[in-house]
Each structure stands twice: as structure tokens, then as C-alpha cells.
């Protein structure tokens, strides 16, 4: 079976993006779909890499950013590459996570999205960017078990990272506890 590889295309200028790229097709294209300003593809066994830099070519006034990810190492990496003229640079590299979505619980916290957004913060601070002159840029993988938990309007989320992989992700909702103090009335009762 053939590799599905993921690309999120932009570019500086998104109304003359959307022009020039409203019938553009990429060669191993199994699936695209479009947004304003935005073009998503999985492509099969490969990136459109040699596409967009012809696209470059033929419109160097612009500016096109492409997100890579790759099947092959379960799109652990999302490579960010500038295109400019024709002339691509691997501008950075950021960790990305798999998961399992659990809809049910999504549909019922209506803060999900921000208490997962940061708990990857969490995570992704773990992973460290390398820039190095000899190897390029990777990722520093952390190799431990880690559990983190954050806030959020009155929810707590839950999660254990294990190198790519989120799991056990839990949701709390916080609720109100009243509690009672009892104050002396009088120091001393004579008696």
C-alpha cells in the first residue's frame, strides 16, 4: 500500500492564492480540499514538493509556505518549507501528536479545544527543535512517560504523552463544594 502523505499550501497573498490555485491539481493527488486562502492534499508516496516549486516559478512575487507531514513516520513531523521564485528552504520543524478523538467527549466540554491546545503546549515543550549546522533540523524526541493535566473554565483535562502518542486523556468538570468553619463564639465558658 502506497504512502498518504498530508500538505497544507499557503501563500502571502491568499485572494491571488485562491486565483491561481482554484484548478490547480497536484499529479498523486488522492484527495484535496479548499479553504479561502488555503489548500489541503494527501497525496500519495510523496509531497507535491517539485509542483509548488514550479508554481513558485511561475509566480516569484509570492511567498508560499507548505506544511509537510509524512505516512511513513505516522505524521509525527510537520516540516514548514519556503517557497520563493522557484528556491525552497525547510524554515522549521514542529512535533505533532496522534491521538484517539473520543467525539462524545468533545461534544460535551464546550472548552475542549482550548484545554487540548494546551496540554500540547505542555507536551510539544518537551520535544525540542534542533537546528543543527551538520544534521538539519529534527526533533529531540523525549523518551519518557509523561502526565500532564491543565485548566480551563472550570474543567481539568488529563493526559499521558509517550513519545508521539497522547492517551488516557480524561476531563473533569469542576464543581462547587460548600464548606462550613465554626468560629468560637466565646474563648473561655466558666463553668
Request: hydrophobic share 35%; charged share 35%; net charge negative.
Amino acid at each position: 500500500m502506497a504512502n498518504i502523505d498530508n500538505t497544507v499550501l499557503t501563500s502571502d497573498n491568499p485572494e491571488v492564492f485562491d486565483e491561481i490555485t482554484k484548478d490547480f491539481k497536484f499529479q498523486h493527488a488522492r484527495d484535496i480540499h479548499r479553504e479561502p486562502g488555503r489548500l489541503f492534499a494527501e497525496t500519495i508516496s510523496g509531497v507535491p514538493h517539485e509542483e509548488i516549486r514550479e508554481l513558485s516559478k511561475k509566480n516569484p512575487e509570492m511567498t508560499f509556505i507548505a506544511k509537510y507531514s509524512f505516512e511513513y513516520d505516522f505524521w509525527s513531523e510537520i516540516n514548514h518549507v519556503e517557497y520563493k521564485a522557484g528556491v525552497d528552504k525547510l524554515v522549521r520543524i514542529e512535533p505533532n501528536y496522534s491521538f484517539t478523538e473520543d467525539t462524545d467527549i468533545k461534544n460535551a466540554v464546550p472548552c475542549f479545544d482550548e484545554l487540548f491546545k494546551k496540554l500540547l503546549s505542555i507536551f510539544s515543550r518537551l520535544d525540542v527543535c534542533v537546528d543543527d549546522p551538520k544534521k538539519g533540523k529534527y526533533i529531540d524526541w523525549c523518551d519518557a512517560e509523561v502526565s500532564a493535566a491543565v485548566e480551563h473554565e472550570g474543567y481539568r483535562m488529563s493526559a499521558k504523552k509517550r513519545f508521539i502518542e497522547i492517551d488516557d486523556i480524561r476531563v473533569f468538570k469542576a464543581r462547587e463544594v460548600v464548606t462550613i468553619e465554626w468560629d468560637q463564639v466565646i474563648d473561655e465558658i466558666p463553668f
